[in-house]
């Protein structure tokens, strides 16, 4: 900074602010902060001055902590050292949390200013919604900007914003370019780029194919800094942790995650005192005795409660009495959990009628419905809204609502978004709102992409709604007018109109035919007798005639066609949306929409659709029957290798069958054990299979060699068995313990790593993915009374803690990202719920300073309507589905249940009587499952069959082309749409059989 003094300054322009943090620029929230130095709370105090009434506030509400607010920010100082070491050494990394945990505020007002001070970093930052138009590339553009062309003024930044932006998208500037500017323009600097609230990416309609490859330009962006040591570009991302799963779809970026994830946790309770004490110290106002303990009492470990406790603080800070802050203020507010629910009621009920009949559209369009995630908050446009009730919006977001943050830019226009998803979450009002008009919402959002595609093709007739897409619009605008705006109302109109035209048209058409029918039909008498001119002029005019009934009819039918193409697309993206966000039955509803989608039109919007059906609803690919086998105390020894090629079962007469799946032929067949077969497992490369025979020998047969390699000798026997690596393999013993042997060994009988349960029966074990966590589940008990006791060991230390569960546990798993620990079993007796617990473990992830043990939390019993006993679960790869292998119980139907981990309801359900086995295979593209007599594969993986790749996939077509797997999936499905549902969708349109069921 050559010496100067720190200052701040703020250039404004089009409504939005914009300007230059250190020696280069940086885009916060359209802040742009000129030669920027985080201010100490010594500094902060020596330049305050003493205002009349209160001092100034230092909470900051729903809003986070920006560079300017660093002073101000406590209590993550833990994390932010975490994230600077990280940020200085590794070119991306991803922090990762729910909503309201602070992410945004850690890296803007911690990480940020912390590199910021060290004099060797510029920064800039970006959210996907700071562009309007839904282009992440002119989003990107528009923080890059001030570093890479730092010389031009706000007119020639909006200008070139445009140009950066699509040269970017098309590829013709590689961004190694843009960095490499960016690093001639500040030699003596490195880069930090934030990508602010990730999730947009998901949540604001953007094209699949444009995510996709604005993900892989950023993955290009960190990679290209790697070859510098450290890095001179890095880049930080924040992304809600219930969108991982979506993000992690793109393997470069999962892979990127998976190597620099940090996971922002619940604030321990000495950081919550700290960021509730400290800001209001800098004020010198103190809190009233004992008041600190009941807030954190109140705040609890929920992450989401941090920014309900901002807004608690600041709504009190205009209540204190003397610089002290007391617990009738508190109270008065509605203490954490109610003060932004009671300050939202209080604006609201202050309205007129009119008003509030406004608010509630204006909140509900501000809301974008979860599609297998949480609801989550949209920019909404002016124009959206219309101008009529902008005032209103503007008034919600003055400083005595501040419920909506208003935004404008000169060429975007003016937006409005809630002040924050907090307020979706826990405003009473506004989610029962949500709830009474999802159907109208999930309407209206389909109902837009094809307004947007009108709009942008200048109005065409060709893109106006039609058949049952243009009356379901008719019905929908009958019933609620009010809440659609001028726009979107046209848009029917014209629509109307132009159905009310063709039908004149088609109408008068008809009308002239007939006349001209009549016409010929009086003068063919006289024609008859006239000469052989009249013949051929007779002949001509009959030419004509059909000419002209040629080309009505091929208008015709091209209005037809486009008629059905649109009918298509609406059905899809309704019946799209039913499959994610509904419940078992509307899912149903929404698949057999998608079909009818493609029995009218192959379009790409149907096809994407039926991608989701197929993914609810998996196709069988393959199935092979085989004799029942033995039951053992642990179930049916059932095995598959990680490609899928192999499937071994074990048998109650001491034999190992090793079956082909692809050729449904027995390769290998090996008769060891003296009487049942426990427990069998496949090593992760396929080469060797593990039999454990109540004998108490485990046996390690080496299948290429078709013989056993090693015999381990686990006393009193091995009741359930796991490979923890191709040299690795654990037991777990009906002698109290689980034992870990090296297969390298030259006798691992001599060198085991004995682990003492002490409560019986070992009958499952886990073991997480990076292999540090190690569950055992030992069981004890008697015929009246059956408990089990969890173990989780840190295979480095030992055993670090435990507890008891009831019932009779049968198998346990760790998701991948190691957070959760699933536990299944039987249901007790007497007891009509299933025994799944799910218990997080959460110094998986954080490790803990003092004891660095795994601390385990266990979550209330969730019931599975569909699942009795649970006898085998996995997780998928991205840990959002659960999938469990669930057997009949008091005439419960057994099937294997997609479970949505996140939402804990059910999500899909695979057609398999009685299982007893469920596993991924193929890297995850295929699930396995398995009864006592029959195995089945289920096709995860079918996108290349059902979207084309190429220009094939874009096409549209009214012609009907539906899937050969159709049949097997309406089978799935199991029912067809009611009489009222037919009207719903297709009005007085003859009802017909979607799926003709057996």
């Known amino acids: 900074m050559s ?66 607010d660093a002073g101000l920010f406590f209590g993550r100082q833990k994390a932010i050292d975490k994230l600077v070491r990280a940020v200085q050494t590794k070119s991306f990394n991803a922090v990762l949390g729910p909503s309201g945990c602070g992410k945004s505020s850690v890296i803007l007002a911690g990480v940020a200013p912390a590199l910021h001070a060290t004099g060797q970093w510029a920064f800039t930052y ?36 445009r140009k950066l932006g699509a040269a970017l998208r098309e590829g013709e500037i590689p961004i190694s370019d843009v960095l490499d500017a960016i690093r001639r323009n500040h030699p003596e600097r490195r880069v930090l780029l934030i990508a602010d609230q990730f999730e947009e990416l998901y949540t604001s309609n953007i094209d699949p194919g444009l995510q996709t490859r604005f993900m892989d330009l950023l993955i290009e962006a960190a990679r290209t800094s790697t070859t ?12 809600r942790a219930d969108f991982l799963g979506v993000a992690s779809l793109h393997r470069p970026f999962a892979d990127a995650i ?92 202050s309205l007129a009628d009119d008003d509030k009949a406004g608010a509630r559209r204006v909140f509900t369009q501000m809301v974008r419905l979860g599609a297998g995630t949480e609801d989550t908050r949209r920019v909404a446009r002016r124009d959206e809204l219309s101008d009529a009730i902008w005032p209103l919006v503007q008034r919600l977001a003055g400083p005595d609502c501040r419920l909506v943050v208003t935004n404008a830019t000169a060429d975007e226009g003016e937006t409005a978004e809630v002040v924050h998803e907090t307020l979706i979450k826990h405003w009473g009002r506004l989610r029962h709102w949500v709830t009474e008009d999802r159907v109208f919402l999930t309407w209206l959002e389909a109902f837009r992409v094809f307004l947007g595609q009108w709009a942008e093709h200048g109005q065409r007739d060709e893109d106006l709604l039609r058949g049952a897409a243009l009356g379901q619009a008719e019905e929908w605008h009958s019933k609620r007018a009010k809440a659609l705006n001028d726009t979107e109302s046209a848009f029917i109109d014209a629509s109307v ?126 199935e092979m029957d085989y004799d029942e086998v033995g039951v053992s105390n642990s179930g049916v020894p059932l095995a598959v290798t990680p490609d899928g090629r192999l499937f071994a079962i074990g048998t109650s007469d001491g034999r190992t069958e090793v079956w082909e799946l692809e050729a449904r032929s027995l390769l290998f067949e090996a008769k060891g054990a003296e009487g049942a077969v426990r427990a069998v497992a496949f090593s992760p490369d396929g080469t060797q299979l593990a039999a454990a025979g109540i004998d108490g020998v485990t046996r390690i047969w080496n299948l290429r060699a078709s013989k056993v390699a090693q015999e381990l000798a686990h006393p009193r026997g091995a009741q359930t068995i796991l490979y923890g690596s191709n040299e690795t393999l654990i037991t ?68 670090r803690t435990g507890g008891y569960i009831h019932g009779d546990v049968q198998s346990t798993a760790f998701s991948p990202d190691g957070r959760f620990l699933a536990i299944g079993g039987i249901a007790g007796y007497g007891d009509d719920e299933p025994r799944i617990r799910k218990t997080q473990i959460r110094s998986v992830l954080i490790e803990s300073s003092k004891t660095n043990e795994p601390d385990l939390v266990h979550l209330p019993v969730f019931a599975m309507t569909r699942v009795g006993s649970v006898r085998s679960l996995v997780f998928d790869s991205d840990s959002k589905w659960l999938i469990i292998a669930g057997g009949g119980y008091r005439k419960r139907e057994s099937s294997v249940t997609v479970w949505d981990f996140a939402k804990d309801r059910v999500a899909a359900s695979v057609d398999h009587k009685d299982p007893w086995f469920v596993a991924l295979v193929s890297n995850g593209e295929r699930l396995v499952t398995a009864s006592r007599d029959k195995v089945r594969v289920w096709d995860l993986a079918h996108g ?16 009907a082309e539906l899937p050969g797997d159709v049949p097997s999936v309406c089978e799935r499905i199991g029912r067809n749409l009611s009489a009222e549902e037919w009207k719903q969708y297709f009005g007085d349109q003859d009802y017909q059989e979607t799926c003709p069921i057996r």
Do not use: C
């Not at 205009?318 to 008065?332: F, H, P, V």
């Not at 084309?948 to 009214?958: H, I, L, T, V, W």
């Open 3 to 68: 010496g100067e003094d720190p200052k701040v300054s703020a250039e404004v322009s089009g409504g939005t602010a914009q300007g230059v943090i250190g020696a280069g620029e940086v885009h916060v929230e359209r802040l742009i902060i000129n030669n920027y130095a985080q201010p100490s709370p010594a500094a902060d105090k020596a330049v305050r001055t003493e205002p009349l009434v209160l001092p100034e506030n230092p909470y900051k509400g729903l809003s986070h902590f920006g560079p300017t």
């Open 126 to 161: 970006f959210r996907v919604s700071d562009s309007l138009e839904k282009d992440p590339f002119l989003a990107l553009a528009q923080s890059l900007l001030p570093l890479y062309l730092p010389e031009l003024d706000e007119t020639d930044r909006l200008v070139q914003r």
């Open 228 to 239: 510098g040591s450290p890095p001179v570009f890095s880049l930080a991302v924040t992304l």
């Open 258 to 349: 998976d190597e620099s994830a940090h996971v922002l946790g619940p604030m321990e309770a000495e950081e919550l005192r700290e960021a509730i004490v400290e800001p209001a110290g800098l004020r010198d106002v103190v809190f009233e005795d004992g008041l600190v303990e009941t807030i954190l009492a109140d705040v609890g470990q929920e992450p989401g409660n941090l920014p309900l406790l901002e807004f608690a603080l600041t709504q009190m800070w205009e209540q204190q009495q003397d610089r002290r802050l007391t617990l009738a203020a508190y109270d008065s507010v509605g203490r954490v959990t109610g003060a932004l629910t009671k300050h939202a009621d209080r604006v609201f009920e």
């Open 497 to 622: 109109e132009a159905r009310d035209r063709q039908a004149r048209e088609e109408k008068e058409r008809q009308e002239r035919e007939l006349k001209t029918a009549k016409a010929l039909a009086r003068r063919r008498r006289t024609l008859a007798y006239g000469s052989a001119l009249a013949a051929t002029a007779l002949a001509i005019m009959g030419w004509f005639l059909n000419e002209a009934r040629i080309v009505s009819e091929q208008a015709q039918a091209r209005a037809e066609k486009a008629q059905r193409i649109a009918t298509a697309q609406n059905l899809a993206a309704v019946g799209e949306l039913q499959v994610l966000t509904g419940n078992a039955e509307e899912a149903a509803l929404g698949a057999l929409l998608v079909i009818e989608s493609l029995k009218r039109a192959s379009t790409l919007q149907g096809r994407r659709a039926y991608e989701k059906v197929l993914q609810y609803y998996p196709p069988l690919i393959l």
């Open 732 to 799: 777990g013993g009906l002698d109290d313990t689980a034992r870990i042997w090296d297969l390298r060994e030259p006798d691992p009988n001599t060198t085991p790593t004995i682990l003492e349960h002490f409560t019986g029966d070992v009958v499952a074990l886990g073991l997480s993915q990076d292999k540090r966590w190690l569950a055992t589940i030992g069981w004890h008990g008697s015929d009246l009374m059956e408990e089990n006791v969890l173990k989780v060991w840190d295979t480095k230390f030992g055993a």
């Open 944 to 959: 290349e069959a059902v979207l084309p790749a190429g220009e094939a996939a874009n096409a549209q077509s009214d012609v």
